[in-house]
Nanobody
């Protein structure tokens, strides 16, 4: 079955960096555009970033643009989220997900099929 497993979360101070990883199995990884979402307590799940199947196109939520970078390694079935200059408002559980259909600027969770279990990121002030 399809599995997406996130790792790399943790507790950091504001201004620090973290790199999240998402390992995929059970699917032909290079056939899927991938995305990262996050969900803070009492908030809805929100889009963070997405990357095309071969990694030649990306887009970001305005709140993370210029600070976060999404990349992928299709040979290793991995997608990454490099997070720099972290802020307390970035605190959330971060999820990776596979995009449904062809590549597009899809920001709704309903446009993604498979999800990981999430990894907690906590940024202290």
């Amino acid at each position: 079955q399809v599995q997406l497993v996130e790792s790399g979360g943790g507790l950091v101070q504001a201004g620090a960096s973290l790199r999240l990883s998402c390992a995929a199995s059970g699917l032909t990884f290079s056939n899927y555009a991938m995305g990262w979402f996050r969900q803070a307590p009492r908030n809805e799940r929100e889009f963070v970033a997405a990357i095309s199947r071969i990694g030649d196109s990306t887009f970001y939520a305005d709140s993370v643009k210029g600070r976060f970078t999404i990349t992928r390694n299709n040979a290793k079935n991995l997608v990454y989220l490099q997070m720099n200059k972290l802020r307390p408002e970035d605190t959330a559980v971060y999820y990776c997900a596979s995009q449904r259909g062809g590549w597009g600027h899809r920001t709704s969770p309903t446009e993604y099929d498979y999800w990981g279990q999430g990894t907690q990121v906590t940024v202290s002030s």
